[in-house]
């Protein structure tokens, strides 16, 4: 198909040919040019080189405007880095823009018909009226941005690290949002209604019960937070790093559930029916015998678990650097299991069975010959080892040192 595509292209200028990024092209090889018109109909991404040739001179840009369809949904610009750069007025009718880093810009207001446009790192921005419909927007860490009010249509917006934003009531109805580290926002309660949502380390946050409804929801190191008995329908939610949480008792419905070094926490018996589950680090934990259904289980680090005796069902299981655990022999069903740096384990004979098995610095380890039928076995750090590694010739992968 590839020499198809070079073959309709083998008349077009050497620009074109060099610049036409091949993994954009979605319509079929007739689809290409429009002879009648003498119209390239692809999507056309040019070069860093090209695309201030394109900035900078006006025979260019007519040039290939010239030859597409509808520059709007064709032509990308690269000019991210270019610090003498200040004027944008001629960028306006591209369908996607990358002027991240570029310092020197404050005036975007001929933008606005941009599809998506990237920002991020142009410190000298602040108002951002005209860019209502733009569909991706990214304002990462445009420090002089306040106002946001006429954003709310944005549909997916990254304003993460924009310090100076307080006020973020008119952003509901944006479908992908990113706030982290927007640490003068204290009032989420206008965002319920956003799809997938980043509060990450916005420390202000206290109140989160209106976001109940959020499928993604990352509020992770928001230590503000201490009452999540409102997300117990949230899809995806990060919840790690977040000391003041204790109760996770409404969680038990949530599909993929990371509470990594949440220290508070110690009763985890309702989060059984969660699919993936991240408990690494909560060492209060001593009880797991609930989480025996768990699809995907990370409790590395879980100093407090002596007992994972019903875990067998799990199907990946990371208990790495657990070392109140001495017995797993009822893991040998397990399809992905993590014991590394189990200390305490003595007897491994279990574990023949498990298809992906790592027992990287285990220094009590000294027989594997039971586990020859592993199809990937890691015993890197295991120094003790004094059985015949021929034992082992069936592993398929066999990493060690």
């Known amino acids: 198909?590839?020499?198809?595509?070079?073959?309709?292209?083998?008349?077009?200028?050497?620009?074109?040919?060099?610049?036409?990024?091949?993994?954009?092209?979605?319509?079929?090889?007739?689809?290409?040019?429009?002879?009648?018109e003498r119209r390239l109909l692809c999507y056309l991404r040019l070069c860093k080189s090209k695309s201030r040739e394109y900035k900078n001179s006006n025979k260019f840009r007519a040039y290939v405007i010239s030859r597409v369809s509808n520059p709007n949904k064709q032509i990308s610009l690269n000019l991210r880095r270019w610090s003498s750069i200040t004027n944008v007025s001629s960028l306006g009718n591209v369908h996607t823009l990358d002027l991240s880093g570029?310092?020197?810009?404050?005036?975007?207001?001929?933008?606005?018909?941009?599809?998506?446009?990237?920002?991020?790192?142009?410190?000298?921005?602040?108002d951002v009226d005209d860019l209502r419909n733009v569909h991706t927007l990214n304002l990462k860490k445009c420090l002089g941005l306040t106002d946001v009010s006429s954003l709310g249509n944005v549909h997916t917006l990254n304003l993460s690290k924009c310090e100076g934003i307080t006020d973020v009531s008119s952003l509901g109805n944006v479908h992908t949002l990113n706030l982290s580290k927007c640490e003068g926002i204290t009032d989420v309660s206008s965002l319920g209604n956003v799809h997938k949502l980043n509060l990450s380390n916005c420390e202000g946050i206290t109140d989160v019960s209106s976001l109940g409804n959020v499928h993604s929801l990352n509020l992770s190191d928001c230590s503000g937070i201490t009452d999540v008995s409102s997300l117990g329908n949230v899809h995806i939610l990060n919840l790690s790093d977040c000391q003041g949480i204790t109760d996770v008792s409404s969680l038990g419905n949530v599909h993929f559930l990371n509470l990594s070094d949440c220290q508070g926490i110690t009763d985890v018996s309702s989060l059984g029916n969660v699919h993936i589950l991240n408990l690494s680090g909560c060492y209060r934990i001593t009880d797991v015998s609930s989480l025996g259904n768990v699809h995907i289980?990370?409790?590395?680090d879980c100093q407090g678990i002596t007992d994972v005796s019903s875990l067998g069902n799990v199907h990946i299981l990371n208990l790495s650097d657990c070392q109140g655990i001495t017995d797993v022999s009822s893991l040998g069903n397990v399809h992905i299991l993590n014991l590394s740096d189990c200390q305490g384990i003595t007897d491994v004979s279990c574990l023949g069975n498990v298809h992906t098995l790592d027992l990287s610095g285990y220094q009590g380890l000294t027989d594997v010959s039971c586990l020859g039928n592993v199809q990937t076995l890691a015993l890197m750090k295991c120094d003790r080892i004094l059985t015949d590694f021929s034992s082992l010739k069936n592993v398929f992968n066999l990493l060690s040192s």
């Not at 050497?14 to 092209?25: A, G, I």
């Open 1 to 36: 198909m590839l020499i198809i595509y070079f073959n309709k292209f083998s008349h077009l200028p050497h620009f074109l040919n060099e610049y036409t990024d091949l993994r954009n092209l979605w319509m079929t090889s007739q689809d290409f040019w429009n002879s009648n």
């Open 297 to 300: 289980l990370n409790l590395s």
């Open 102 to 126: 570029c310092k020197g810009i404050s005036d975007v207001s001929s933008l606005g018909n941009v599809h998506t446009l990237n920002l991020s790192k142009c410190y000298e921005i602040g």
